[in-house]
């Protein structure tokens, strides 16, 4: 039982770093890039992934001993997409105001290939619950991740965090940080800084 | 049961299953969906037309469109403004505004964005304060204009959002455009008669109170 427990755990925490999205497994870059210029849109989006992709690690894991595997990728698909479509219309029937702030957003995550991906190398493998775990730990290191880039290309960018102002009249903003270049910058950055600390870490 | 057949099968009730659940998500969240859309139309009515307290609707078909505007009424029923709906191409697809114009068709008094699918962070920008506001008393004629990087100038023009000349460039010519179907499907002068004679004969002012 305990050492159960830990494995659980260990499914959690790799999400977190060892294996965090999108800087150290390279799935969901697309939305790492796109939405990430500012901190609230950052966040949003990886809330609204975390909860698509831990519904569909359930639903996949759950049926993964019906699925025949040379049409697997089809049957995800339309799960993914059923999970997203259905989240998008119950916003905007029960929250407009947060469907109109995620707007484009939701159906973005059909193409995260995170979903996808965790489908694939977790979910159809394991039983449903290792598979919420590892859709906790990989959709909170998601939602961290775009934490973190949004909060560097909105402070750059805007000279705000959360729409408030920080760094003073002084400071020029830098337009380029929210624009797409500025996206890759800091991706760029953040995954040598990952890699560096892990190098370092490993004593390689 | 061979391979294939299971392949079948798979594909088929997985489908089956996700266009009924589909279907029946959609039949209960469609008239939610559209009764907020009606909400937030009233709403922006009122926020562009500020002195309004009750509006009118009157419709005209114009080369095979239909103009639709809304007339704005005070407290004692005389119109103040007139709204209406401008839509156009965008950055990433349809910006909509709701416009408010004065009765001359002279001066702008307030835009809101109803629809936009515009970048987020840059484009859609154009739903903040800021660059709403700066629309309030902007002349329209002959042309609602935009300039960069400047504090406007002229009693026509605008400031675009920096990063985002596009989409404020939307705005102004989904305007530009509305205006001039209003205009040509609405005459100024007409524009406060047309409706009052399409709805019901009026009520005398001291009857009024029993009204709805």
């Known amino acids: 039982m305990a050492e159960n427990n830990t494995s659980l755990f260990h499914e959690f925490k790799k999400g977190l770093w060892q294996d965090i999205p999108p800087f150290r497994l390279v799935l969901g870059t697309c939305p790492a890039l796109a939405v990430t210029n500012s901190v609230i849109n950052g966040v949003s989006m990886g809330l609204a992934t975390l909860f698509v992709l831990l519904s569909a690690n359930i639903i996949i894991s759950a049926i993964r001993k019906y699925v025949t595997s040379q049409v697997r990728i089809g049957v995800y698909v339309v799960i993914i997409a059923l999970l997203v479509t259905v989240t998008d219309l119950f916003l905007a029937a029960e929250f407009p105001p947060i469907s109109k702030a995620l707007g484009p957003y939701v159906p973005l995550i059909i193409v995260n290939c995170i979903i996808l991906g965790r489908a694939e190398a977790f979910a159809q493998r394991n039983p449903v619950v290792p598979s919420i775990m590892d859709a906790l730990g990989m959709g909170i290191g998601f939602t961290m991740s775009l934490f973190t880039m949004g909060l560097i290309r909105e402070l750059l960018g805007f000279g705000s965090i959360l729409k408030v102002k920080i760094l003073g009249g002084w400071f020029e903003p830098w337009i380029v940080m929210i624009l797409p270049a500025g996206a890759f910058m800091v991706f760029g950055g953040l995954v040598a800084l990952v890699n560096y600390i892990t190098h370092r870490r490993s004593g390689t | ?212």
């Open chain 2, 1 to 212: 049961m061979n391979n294939v057949t299971k392949m079948f099968l798979n594909l088929i009730i997985v489908g089956a299953f996700s266009g009924a659940v589909l279907a029946w998500v959609f039949h209960l969240a469609d008239p939610l969906i559209q009764a907020n859309r009606e909400k937030e139309l009233k709403e922006s009515i009122f926020k562009v037309l500020p002195e309004a307290k009750d509006y009118r609707k009157a419709e005209k078909g114009l080369a095979g469109e239909n103009i639709v505007v809304y007339l704005g009424l005070d407290e004692d029923k005389k119109p103040v403004g007139v709204a209406f709906k401008a839509d156009g191409g965008g950055f990433q697809g349809n910006v909509g505004v709701m416009v408010g114009l004065d009765l001359e068709y002279q001066s702008l008094k307030g835009v809101e964005i109803l629809d936009q699918l515009e970048t987020p962070g840059l484009g859609d920008r154009i739903r903040e304060t800021e660059f709403k506001e700066q629309f309030k008393g902007v002349e329209v004629r002959p042309r609602l204009e935009y300039i960069k990087y400047r504090k406007p100038e002229k009693p026509n023009q605008i400031q675009a959002i920096t990063g985002a000349t596009i989409s404020s460039k939307a705005v102004v010519t989904n305007i530009n455009k509305a205006v001039e179907k209003v205009l040509a499907a609405f005459p100024q002068g007409e524009i406060s008669t047309i409706p009052a004679e399409a709805a019901a004969p009026e009520a005398s002012p001291h009857e009024t109170g029993g009204d709805r």
